[in-house]
């Protein structure tokens, strides 16, 4: 009986994992279509906004939020991104265009982005 427990808790990590994975990949496809398709030299983000966009099809989770906000974190603490703006609605992300995850985000595709900027959980 223990190991059912075991096995059933071990592919519940697998599966938020992938989860994780590939969300952060929607994220990064996201954030290079905003970046493709920039006139200007910044593009601005919220998590909200980018979870919207994501989940067409139903409703946004507060989990996939929470996933999207500590990933654009990490960009951020690893000077990818930077943070425009603090509100009560939360943080503002911003990535600029003569920076080093702009020119990422035009040359590569965001599985290989993923892993260029090495971010795991």
Do not use: C
């Amino acid at each position: 009986m223990a190991s059912v427990k075991l096995v059933r808790e071990a592919r519940m990590k697998v599966t938020t994992h992938n989860k994780a994975i590939h969300m952060k990949i929607s994220v990064v496809t996201k954030l290079k279509e905003y970046a493709s398709s920039s006139k200007g030299n910044l593009i601005t983000v919220r998590p909200s906004k980018i979870a919207q966009e994501i989940n067409t099809v139903g409703r946004v989770t507060r989990a996939d939020g929470v996933v999207i906000r500590n990933f654009l974190e990490q960009l951020v603490e690893r000077g990818y991104m930077e943070v425009i703006k603090r509100s009560a609605r939360g943080k503002v992300y911003g990535i600029r265009k003569g920076g080093e995850f702009w020119k990422l985000l035009m040359s590569h595709n965001p599985e290989d982005i993923l892993d260029l900027v090495n971010i795991e959980e």
